[in-house]
C-alpha cells in the first residue's frame, strides 16, 4: 500500500510563513509528478504549484514568487515553502502524486488528506 501524509499546517498572520510536507510511504518504486492542491470554503479546488520527477517546477499565478516548491527524492518527501502568506492563501491543502508502487507496471495518482493553512491576525 502507498499512503501520502501532508503536514506543516497551521495558524499564522499575515506576512507570515509555512512549510508543507507531502511525505510518501509503502512499496514505492518511483513518484512523478508531485503537485499542491489547495480548496477553500465553498470553492473548486485548484492547483498551485507542480514539480517533476527532474524538477521542473510551475506554479499559480496567484502564488509565483511567494511560493516554492520543492522534492527530496531520498526522503520521498515534497515540500511547499508558503512566504508572504496573505489571507486568500487560507484552504485546506492537499497534495496529488503520480506514483508507481513496487510490482507495478502503471503510474497511478494518491491524495493525501489535507492540511489546514488558516492565514488571520
Known amino acids: 500500500q502507498v499512503q501520502l501524509v501532508e503536514s506543516g499546517g497551521g495558524l499564522v498572520q499575515p506576512g507570515g510563513s509555512l512549510r508543507l510536507s507531502c511525505a510518501a510511504s509503502g512499496s514505492i518504486f518511483s513518484i512523478n509528478t508531485v503537485d499542491w492542491y489547495r480548496q477553500a470554503p465553498g470553492k473548486q479546488r485548484e492547483l498551485v504549484a507542480s514539480i517533476t520527477s527532474g524538477g521542473s517546477t510551475n506554479y499559480a499565478d496567484s502564488v509565483k514568487g511567494r511560493f516554492t516548491i520543492s522534492r527530496d527524492n531520498a526522503k520521498n518527501t515534497v515540500y511547499l515553502q508558503m512566504n508572504s502568506l496573505k489571507p486568500g492563501d487560507t484552504a485546506v491543502y492537499y497534495c496529488?502524486?503520480?506514483?508507481?508502487?513496487?510490482?507495478?507496471?502503471?503510474?497511478?495518482?494518491?491524495w493525501g488528506q489535507g492540511t489546514q493553512v488558516t492565514v488571520s491576525s
Open positions: 496529488n502524486a503520480a506514483i508507481k508502487a513496487s510490482g507495478s507496471s502503471y503510474y497511478r495518482g494518491y
